[in-house]
Each structure stands twice: as C-alpha cells, then as structure tokens.
C-alpha cells in the first residue's frame, strides 16, 4: 500500500512536463540532478543550527547586549496564592468578569486585586527584552551571511538579469554546487525555527508565521524536486534582504538607540515594499506564471508552484498592512505599540503598585516603536 500511494503521489505527469519521466533526471551527460535523498540531511542540519544558536546566543549575542546597555527590566513577582495560580494554568490566563468575582470570594481579596494578581501574572510570561535581542541578533546574523552568499552565487548568472532564462532547457538544468548549499542551509534554517517557535518570543500573528514557514519548506521542497531551483534561489535571495533591516533594526531597538532604529525601520519599510510587493509579484510570480508556458505544456507542478508563491504573497501583504499601520503612527503620531506583539499590561491596582513601577510601564511603551519595530517579520 504504501509502494503504491509512493507510486501515485511521484507520478510523472504531476510533477513533471508532458513526455518528461524521472529517468530523464537522473545523472549523465556531466549534468547533476537535484535529489529528493538531498533533502533528508536539512532534518540533523536544523539540529545543528540549534545547537550553534543556543552557543551564539549565550556566547556572543548575551555579552553583545551587556556593550549596549540591554537589561532585563525588573517584573514584579505576584504574591503566591495557591487558588488563583491553579486558576491561571488549569482555566484561563484572561478570567471573565464572573470568574473574577467567585475567585474574590475564595481567596477574600477584592476584585481589583484579583485583577491585578492576573496581569502581573501574565507580565510575569512575557518574554523579556534580552530574549528578544538574542533572538534577533541570531537571525540577523544568517540573513545577513544568506544574502551575501545568495548574492555570491548568483550576481554572475544569467538568470539574474534576465528572467527569460529561468526555463531555458528547463527542467534539464544541471545544479550547480552553491545552489546547492543556498537551499540546504536555507531550508536547514527554516526548519530550526519551525522547531523552535513555541520556544521563542509568542506573537500575535504565531499562526501566520508557522504558516509561512511550513509554506516556504514545502516550496522549497518541491522546488528542489521539481528542479525549479534557479527560481528558489531568486526567491530566498527576495525574501533575505527586508530580514536583514528588519532584525537590525530590532537590536538598536532593543538597545534604545532611537535615531539609528528610526532610520533603519524606515528603510526596512521601503525595502519590504519594494522586495515583496512590487519585485516577488511582479518579477519573480509574473517569470513563474507567464513565461513557462511557452516553453511546455503546463501541468500540475507548474499550478502547485505557483500556489505556493501566492500564499507567501498573501502573507506578505498582511505584514505589509501592519507595517504601514505603524509607519502611519510613526509620521502621524506616536508609535507606541507594536501591532504584532503581545504587549505588557499596565498595573493601575493603586494598593499593589508604586507610582516608580507604573511610570516604568509608561516608558517601556514609548519612543521608537520600542513595541513598534520589536517584533515585525
């Protein structure tokens, strides 16, 4: 059974063009064919790059933020109450007004204390401000180190001038090695964060961001099996360059170095518009879309892929909706918040918060999107 669902699911016809068979993949002539076996090692490289995360975060990006003055910012611990803890874990970490009301009564506070003891409780979870610049110097760290090996291995191809030569003798096109390593430390990449996100700072768009990335490993995947390579390295190149602004952009954040974050968030801005909604589109979508037809008959691979680049695109444009909603803040107003993270709550419990604490609260949520540009993708 497993033979045939095997058999059907790399059926010929789905994945290739018209009077085309896998066996015209295979290695001969010099010509050296991407593999499906290929794809096995990015499982133990995504274990790698965990370990080499785990390493650079508490090596270098720990020590980093020490030079620049990121501290973590002192949360004030909840007093133990047995009844409202189990509550938190067991029930609900949001109580509605009712619940407030029983558990008042069990635990013979008041209401407005009850309250209180559930916000700092949950300000308590938040990632603080050293977690996220780790995290977001890790990731600038291999968008930085992709783009420029993207670049590397594709400023002298022809392909990268002219689109047309995307399907040039497609899908014979033999890989080359630095397409090679592009996808695999890519797709390696990817699947480290996968793993990881239910471990890293939680955002309001989580859904969106797993999404992507089971949407980006099954493009690339299929991409590599169906020998749309020199398509996947235009892409991932496409999609590196808004991250590396991006991430920098959060370290000065989180640094306070509002001038530099301002600038650099500006510029992320423009870039993301330009790289993901105007290039990925109407570039790389229209080269996918139009051009391969008039090299062979279309067949389902030619529809999944470019499916898939829809989706990413549709993605895109949610973000790009946040992002301009921040940037219109940040002409037209004050930014304040970010509106993707999970933001800390202010304390207004009068009998359980100093007015020190509370004008903490008010500054971490002021200035340069100290919450606007921290956590956009």
Request: with cysteine.
């Amino acid at each position: 059974m497993i033979q045939t669902i095997g058999e059907w699911f790399w059926w010929d016809r789905l994945w290739l063009p018209v009077n085309l068979t896998w066996a015209d993949l295979e290695d001969k002539d010099g010509r050296v064919y991407a593999k499906v076996s290929d794809l096995y090692i990015t499982l133990p490289y995504s274990v790698v790059f965990l370990i080499i995360r785990y390493v650079f975060e508490r090596f270098v990006a720990t020590p980093f933020a020490a030079c620049l003055g990121v501290r973590e910012k002192n949360i004030h611990k909840v007093e133990s109450n047995p009844i409202l803890e189990h509550f938190f874990i067991s029930q609900s970490k949001t109580p509605a007004k009712a619940d407030i009301q029983g558990l008042s009564k069990k635990c013979s506070w008041s209401s407005r204390q009850v309250e209180c003891w559930f916000r700092r409780r949950r300000n308590q979870e938040r990632p603080g401000v050293l977690k996220k610049f780790r995290e977001a110097s890790w990731r600038f760290v291999f968008y930085i180190g992709a783009l420029i090996g993207g670049l590397i291995a594709l400023y002298d191809k022809p392909w990268f001038y002219n689109l047309r030569e995307l399907w040039n003798t497609y899908p014979k096109q033999s890989i080359l090695e630095s397409q090679y390593w592009y996808y695999i430390l890519e797709m390696s990449f990817y699947w480290s964060l996968l793993f990881s996100i239910t471990f890293d700072v939680k955002r309001k768009d989580f859904k969106e961001q797993i999404i992507h990335h089971l949407a980006t490993l099954t493009l690339l995947a299929f991409s590599w099996c169906g020998n749309y390579i020199r398509v996947g390295t235009l892409v991932m190149l496409v999609h590196d360059t808004s991250d590396v602004f991006l991430e920098s952009a959060k370290i000065f954040n989180y640094a306070k170095w509002e001038k530099v974050c301002n600038s650099i968030f500006v510029l992320f801005a423009v870039v993301f518009m330009v790289t993901r909604l105007i290039i990925f589109p109407f570039w790389i979508i229209h080269s996918t879309w139009v051009y391969p037809p008039d090299y062979y008959p279309v067949f389902f691979g030619y529809y999944f892929f470019n499916a898939m680049l829809i989706i990413l695109l549709m993605l895109h444009i949610f973000w790009a909706y946040l992002i301009l909603r921040m940037v219109k803040k940040f002409l037209f107003g004050s930014l304040t918040k970010d509106e993707r993270s999970d933001n800390e709550e202010e304390d207004d419990e009068g009998e359980n918060t100093t007015s020190e604490e509370h004008d903490g609260h008010l500054k971490a949520t002021n200035g340069c999107g100290r919450r606007g540009v921290a956590n956009h993708h």
